[in-house]
């Protein structure tokens, strides 16, 4: 069977791609199984920037062809921030909870109309130094006053999609890895994998 490594440390993005690679015929193996590869700092302007840091960063280390993604969450209020930033928006040590008390902060007294946002997702994919495929993915809602939901991570118990009544963190994984941004970037890339011979 053909192999990826998903090149991130974090547990419930790998979560989300093994749902959305679910029925695909190539395992994903993890960055858990490979404890010499450290952090990567995230420290490119942009999400294509980050994602294809990440992926040929990991591919460079372990040989193995990678699949990375970044995300950014953009708040039109907030003239599109945390964007790029939205891991550290609340500082140095930024956990979820600080970003989304934070983001409450900052559109406090804001109304719902006002609150628009986007999720945008960049998965970068790297099999080889030269066969680079980038994807990208969004998903549009607003941020709600006040968080619901226990499922998910990140922000998703202060967005509401468009046309749903239920936040991201109060679906079921599957409806969420159905619409949301990182699924529709990797409904893309898995039409480029299944192309791609590596
Ligand atoms: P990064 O792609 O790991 O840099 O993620 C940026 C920030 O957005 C982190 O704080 C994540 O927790 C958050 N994030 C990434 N993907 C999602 C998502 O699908 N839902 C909610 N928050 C997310």
């Given at each position: 069977?053909?192999?990826?490594i998903v090149a991130?440390?974090?547990?419930?993005?790998?979560?989300?791609?093994?749902?959305?690679?679910?029925?695909?015929?190539?395992?994903?193996?993890?960055?858990?199984?490979?404890?010499?590869?450290?952090?990567?700092?995230?420290?490119?302007?942009?999400?294509?920037?980050?994602?294809?840091?990440?992926?040929?960063?990991?591919f460079r280390l372990?040989?193995?062809?990678?699949?990375?993604?970044?995300?950014?969450?953009?708040?039109?209020?907030?003239?599109?921030?945390?964007?790029?930033?939205?891991?550290?928006?609340?500082?140095?040590?930024?956990?979820?909870?600080?970003?989304?008390?934070?983001?409450?902060?900052?559109?406090n007294g804001v109304?719902?109309?006002?609150?628009?946002?986007?999720?945008?997702?960049?998965?970068?994919?790297?099999?080889?130094?030269?066969?680079?495929?980038?994807?990208?993915?969004?998903?549009?809602?607003?941020?709600?006053?006040?968080?619901?939901?226990?499922?998910?991570?990140?922000?998703?118990?202060?967005?509401?999609?468009?046309?749903?009544?239920?936040?991201?963190?109060?679906?079921?994984?599957?409806?969420?890895?159905?619409?949301?941004?990182?699924?529709?970037?990797?409904?893309?890339?898995?039409?480029?994998?299944?192309?791609?011979?590596?």
């Amino acid at each position: 069977m053909r192999q990826i490594i998903v090149a991130t440390h974090n547990r419930d993005k790998v979560n989300e791609f093994r749902g959305i690679f679910s029925d695909m015929e190539i395992a994903l193996l993890t960055l858990e199984q490979f404890p010499s590869v450290g952090a990567i700092e995230e420290d490119a302007s942009t999400l294509e920037g980050n994602a294809l840091k990440k992926a040929s960063e990991v591919f460079r280390l372990t040989g193995i062809p990678a699949l990375a993604d970044d995300t950014g969450l953009e708040v039109r209020y907030l003239n599109d921030a945390p964007g790029v930033f939205s891991s550290r928006y609340a500082g140095v040590g930024a956990t979820y909870e600080t970003n989304v008390r934070k983001l409450l902060r900052d559109l406090n007294g804001v109304p719902l109309r006002r609150r628009g946002a986007r999720f945008r997702s960049v998965l970068a994919f790297v099999p080889s130094p030269e066969g680079v495929e980038i994807t990208e993915g969004s998903c549009h809602g607003v941020i709600l006053e006040q968080p619901r939901g226990s499922g998910g991570f990140g922000y998703d118990p202060i967005f509401l999609p468009d046309g749903y009544s239920r936040t991201f963190a109060e679906m079921e994984p599957d409806l969420k890895n159905q619409l949301s941004h990182r699924a529709k970037a990797a409904f893309e890339m898995r039409e480029i994998l299944r192309r791609h011979s590596w």
